[in-house]
T-cell receptor
């Protein structure tokens, strides 16, 4: 089974509007972390935001916020006031905790290609 | 501050030729190291990870191998490349911490012809 699912292969948003990129995850580990990365056409992976499974509040970083719904196992990324430079591939990723016996590797979803329209 | 270097940035290799991609990390000790591969327009697939010198775990059986000869050096190799080995290869490191992101190198775009 997929551990990270991103159901939107592509999304379009008008400049200055907000957009939500969906991410659902699957884990039985009570301790985990959720991450969002941005990958522009250059290929570099840019870390955007982190949410821990025990965090009580939704994470925010500037124009990025994470809508964390633990019971539904979703961690959607919200980008407010979209800019042309936000056009890129966006990846949701998860790192599971000690009980999984993992080496802290990130497991990635298939990504969402966001295009911001002028 | 910590930095990660990965090279080369691009590589075109014939089928059957060997491969060696190198990744080094500076400014930290005993990092967890990872090799990912990304097919065009797809997500990242974990290939190998290492929690220490000489300790390599493979996630996907394939034509590739990895080695960690030094604490902050991670090498991805192949003895004979296949066409299906083409892709974008990313090296990454992270501290052994649940709540810290992984830091990625700039990537190597490999085309096997």
């Amino acid at each position: 089974a997929q551990k990270i699912t991103q159901t939107q292969p592509g999304m379009f948003v008008q400049e200055k509007e907000a957009v939500t990129l969906d991410c659902t995850y699957d884990t039985s580990d009570p301790s985990y972390g959720l991450f969002w990365y941005k990958q522009p056409s250059s290929g570099e992976m840019i870390f955007l935001i982190y949410q821990g499974s025990y965090d009580q509040q939704n994470a925010t970083e500037g124009r990025y916020s994470l809508n964390f719904q633990k019971a539904r196992k979703s961690a959607n990324l919200v980008i407010s006031a979209s800019q042309l430079g936000d056009s890129a591939m966006y990846f949701c990723a998860m790192r599971e905790g000690l009980s999984s016996g993992s080496a802290r590797q990130l497991t990635f979803g298939s990504g969402t290609q966001l295009t911001v329209l002028p | 501050s910590q930095t990660i270097h990965q090279w080369p940035a691009t590589l075109v290799q014939p089928v059957g030729s060997p491969l060696s991609l190198e990744c080094t990390v500076e400014g930290t000790s005993n990092p967890n190291l990872y090799w990912y591969r990304q097919a065009a327009g797809r997500g990242l697939q974990l290939l190998f990870y290492s929690v220490g010198i000489g300790q390599i775990s493979s996630e996907v059986p394939q034509n590739l191998s990895a080695s960690r000869p030094q604490d902050r050096q991670f090498i991805l190799s192949s003895k004979k490349l296949l066409l299906s080995d083409s892709g974008f290869y990313l090296c990454a490191w992270s501290p052994d911490s649940l709540n810290t992101e992984a830091f990625f190198g700039q990537g190597t775009r490999l085309t096997v012809v």
